[in-house]
């Protein structure tokens, strides 16, 4: 499967983004699907994570309660709204997908994709 990734760009702090992930493959709708982060200088972590069915997200304590992971099965897309951004949320963000659907991305990924960058100015 391919992964790209879209919605990248630069906001103020307390800005929101958008971010979308568009899948290719007719079986987009069994992967468990999630967003990874790395900021410059820093190692690459784990952001938010989502079941094939949408019905239950999971995500890193620096986030919760400001982003929010959800999918279309449809248009085999994930999205990762942004809101309240800060500096430190500055990183390339990377969509991800793991072929088993009841695996947690955290755990096990099969697949990345390209990447786009998230800049949040102060």
């Known amino acids: 499967v391919q992964l790209q990734a879209s919605g990248g760009g630069l906001v103020q702090a307390g800005g929101s983004l958008r971010l979308s992930c568009a899948a290719s493959g007719r079986t987009f709708s069994s992967y468990a699907m999630g967003w990874f982060r790395q900021a410059p200088g820093k190692e690459r972590e784990f952001v938010a994570g989502i079941r094939w069915d949408g019905r239950f997200t999971y995500y890193t304590d620096s986030v919760k309660g400001r982003f929010a992971i959800s999918r279309d099965n449809a248009k085999n897309t994930v999205y990762l709204q942004m809101n309240s951004l800060k500096p430190e949320d500055t990183a390339v963000y990377y969509c991800?997908?793991?072929?088993?659907?009841?695996?947690?991305?955290?755990?096990?990924?099969?697949?990345w994709g390209q990447g786009t960058l998230v800049t949040v100015s102060s």
């Open positions: 991800v997908a793991a072929r088993d659907k009841y695996t947690d991305v955290i755990v096990h990924t099969d697949y």
